[in-house]
Every structure is written in structure tokens, then in C-alpha cells.
């Protein structure tokens, strides 16, 4: 199995884009480009840096970023086993 890590920082995020558009794009990219993986898996997580109460950012020097996973398989691989996690 084999894993492509995609992420969207919300305070580089041009204006008026939301980070699903952003997000839809990196992964509609690297799908065109291997159009035999099988999708095993996604995972979506946040991360708050530095993070503070609640989760919301009260600084300037405060950045979310998203992070999409995607497990996958090559065409023809024969690790065929699901994460679990």
C-alpha cells in the first residue's frame, strides 16, 4: 500500500478559494496522473499550530492546515489489504 499526502494552509489559500476547491484540485491532479491506482483509504485531518484552546487560532502567527490521505494501490499490486486504522 502506498500513501500521498495532500495539504491546504488556510492562511495561503488565495482569496475567495475555499480549501475544498484547493483540496479537490491537488487530489484531481494526482488522480489524471495514475489513473490505475485502486483508493484503498482516505483519512482528513486539522492541525492548529501553535495550538490553543478550542482549537480556534487568536494570533497572527496562528495557521490551520488540512490534511487529506489517500491510501492506495498501484494497477496490478497484490497487497490488496485495507487499512485498519
Known amino acids: 500500500m502506498k500513501v500521498k499526502i495532500f495539504e491546504v494552509a488556510l492562511h495561503k489559500l ?3 478559494k475555499s480549501p475544498a476547491t484547493a483540496l479537490e484540485e491537488q487530489i484531481n491532479e494526482f488522480l489524471a496522473q495514475h489513473p490505475d491506482l485502486r483508493l484503498v483509504a482516505t483519512h482528513m485531518s486539522t492541525l492548529v499550530s501553535p495550538a490553543e ?3 480556534m487560532p487568536r494570533t497572527e502567527e496562528s495557521s ?3 490534511f487529506c490521505t489517500l491510501f492506495y ?3 496490478g499490486t497484490s497487497d ?3 487499512c485498519t486504522h
Request: proline letters at 20%; glycine letters at 6%; aromatic letters at 0%.
Open 80 to 82: 490488496t489489504t485495507p
Open 14 to 16: 488565495p482569496s475567495g
Open 53 to 55: 484552546p478550542n482549537a
Open 73 to 75: 494501490t498501484d494497477h
Open 64 to 66: 490551520i492546515i488540512i
